[in-house]
Nanobody
């Protein structure tokens, strides 16, 4: 049973930074990619970034390219999302998910409970 737990969210001013963590258990890196998604109130869930089961393949939504970086520590079974230059429009609940990859929610089978990120002055 795959379980994903997000942490690291909080309140930050515009231009600030946060690092989100996704701790996984029951996870097989050979089988699952990991993605980060976000959902703002009244909006659909959207893909932010993902990292494949291979070492080097990453993907980013155009809205976060150059600001967000996804990485993983296989020894700790943890995936991170470093978020820099945060904007108010980044405010959302952020979810990590495990699946086959891409920024499409339909590609993911397992989801965490989410962590709130609020960017406000």
């Amino acid at each position: 049973q795959v379980q994903l737990v997000e942490s690291g969210g909080g309140l930050v001013q515009p231009g600030g930074s946060l690092r989100l963590s996704c701790a996984a258990s029951g996870f097989t890196w050979d089988y699952y990619a990991v993605g980060w998604f976000r959902q703002a109130p009244g909006k659909e869930r959207e893909g932010v970034s993902c990292i494949s089961s291979s070492d080097d393949t990453t993907y980013y939504a155009d809205s976060v390219k150059g600001r967000f970086t996804i990485s993983r520590d296989k020894a700790k079974n943890t995936v991170y999302l470093q978020m820099n230059s945060l904007k108010p429009e980044d405010t959302a609940v952020y979810y990590c998910a495990a699946g086959y990859g891409s920024l499409d929610t339909d590609e993911y089978d397992y989801w965490g409970q989410g962590t709130q990120v609020t960017v406000s002055s």
